[in-house]
């Protein structure tokens, strides 16, 4: 029996580029089911891919999702949709159809959990991208991952990925717009799972195609996420760096009172006194928070693990009808990166 494969295609106002991107998936994998996810377009995007998969006689659908954001896109088509190996790509032309074999080939041999296309190491990004902020952004956020998961990722945020089905059942997503991205590279790390990068050519998109991304309120966002990944995934780091904010700040408005006291055993500064008393009170609550959040953080693990093995087990007992062998593999034992 073959590998079911679905590819997943979120599109918001893509009419411009929706049959073209359908055309040439299809193309290099006419038996995989193709999925649209209209995201509450304003245009005929839906239209246009029902008609193209109708016309191709493609194996595919067009789902509607009116909650706003990529997220919640991902969310809708992982939810209705039952395969054994699901590939995310924009629907705007960006990412190279041809691709798509590279990408499932070591989802399909059993070396990867996710596989993500990465449009940095070629030059390819950097030369297509005409928004140095964002760059900027990619670049600050990937370090600061890398950092904490000791991970040596070039992509953190492509759009162009492969995933098994063990990682997409037990992948809870809470973001809704194009935090995603970031977010399922998080989750492959957090959980242990194993990611494999593969360079993929990256080209802006053609006249007439207009980027839903914001310069600004992107910035923001990536500030936001910086924060986000901190405060989830290394809560005593987090919190850690807080409570030593205000202990440095405690000492700092305490200077004075101690002077005074040491000086003439009198204290006339009882504000200030107060004031530091506060602040070192709120670093000693911060710092038991990062610690009960830690010990918290660890114990989900544990759940999510049993039952990322539960799923797997039970995946992999799937694989075994196509492949006429049974799979050795063993979950989440890999290292993360490269």
Known sequence: MLPRIAIVLPAYNEEQTI?????????????????????????????IAADTLERLGANGTVLHEPRQGKGNAVRRAFLDIEADVYVLADADLTYPAQRIHDLVRPILNGDADMVVGDR?????????????????????VQRLVNWLFGARLVDIMSGYRAFNRSFVKTYPILVEGFQIETDMTLHALHRRMRIVELPVEYRDRPVGSVSKLNT????????????????????MVFFMALSMLFAVAGVVVAVP??????????????????????????????????????????????????????????????????????????????TPGN
Do not use: C
Request: charge should be negative; hydrophobic fraction near 45%; aromatic fraction near 10%.
């Open 19 to 47: 049959a073209a991107t359908i055309e040439a998936f299809h193309a290099e994998m006419p038996d995989a089911r193709i999925v649209v996810v209209d995201n509450n377009s304003r245009d005929a995007t839906g239209r």
């Open 120 to 140: 940095h190491s070629g030059g390819h990004y950097a030369l297509e991208n005409k928004r140095a902020l964002h760059s900027f952004g990619n670049t600050l």
């Open 216 to 235: 600004f309120s992107d910035g923001a966002s990536v500030i936001f996420t910086i924060a986000q990944i901190l405060r989830y995934y290394r809560p």
């Open 257 to 334: 009172v101690f002077e005074e006291w040491f000086g003439s055993q009198y204290i006339s500064h009882v504000p200030s006194a107060v004031l530091a008393a506060a602040l070192e009170t709120v670093a000693f609550l911060l710092l038991a928070v990062g610690v009960i959040l830690d010990s918290i953080t660890h114990h989900e693990k544990l759940k999510a693990e049993l039952h990322y093995l539960d799923v797997h087990r039970r995946s992999v007992a799937d694989e075994s009808r196509f492949t006429g062998q049974p799979q050795t593999g063993t979950a989440g034992s890999a």
